[in-house]
């Protein structure tokens, strides 16, 4: 009954940008933290953005590797979290994952896939050279 369907996956080169949606529905998800992890082919996952829930703003963390170049979102009614990506880089490529957990915990512990209770299917991006 709760589901989280990410969207917006595909093929670019190298420098070019996408944006990842991921559309959370069967509960209120109002005090959750929205992450993004990905997992490229024989690898294991990883995380890459997270964004908490507050009352005047919503704290985001990032992983290195895409400081800078990757934004996290999420609108007002915390159903619906995306991930601007720009300056894209082969390294970039995997399967991204969005996810849900209560917001409870210090940033930190996002890093972490234990937090996060629902979990999509993936969305493929592919970052040619």
């Known amino acids: ?5 990410e969207s917006g996956g595909g093929l670019v080169q190298a420098g070019g940008s996408l944006t990842l949606s991921c559309a959370a529905s069967g509960r209120t998800f109002e005090n959750y933290a929205m ?9 294991e996952r990883e995380f890459v953005a997270v964004i ?7 704290p985001r963390a990032y992983a290195d590797s895409v400081q800078d170049r990757f934004t996290i979102s999420r ?5 619906t979290v995306f991930l601007n990506m720009n300056s894209l880089k082969p390294e970039d490529t995997a399967v991204y ?3 849900a957990g209560p917001s409870d ?7 972490k896939q234990d937090p996060y209770e629902y979990w ?9 050279s």
């Open 1 to 5: 009954q709760v589901k989280l369907v």
């Open 120 to 128: 999509g299917q993936g969305t493929q991006v592919t970052v040619s």
């Open 52 to 58: 908490r829930w507050g009352a005047s703003s919503f």
């Open 97 to 99: 994952f969005c996810a």
């Open 105 to 111: 915990y210090s940033t930190s512990y996002y890093y």
């Open 35 to 43: 992450g993004w992890f990905r997992q490229a082919a024989g690898k």
């Open 75 to 79: 609108d007002g009614a915390g159903n």
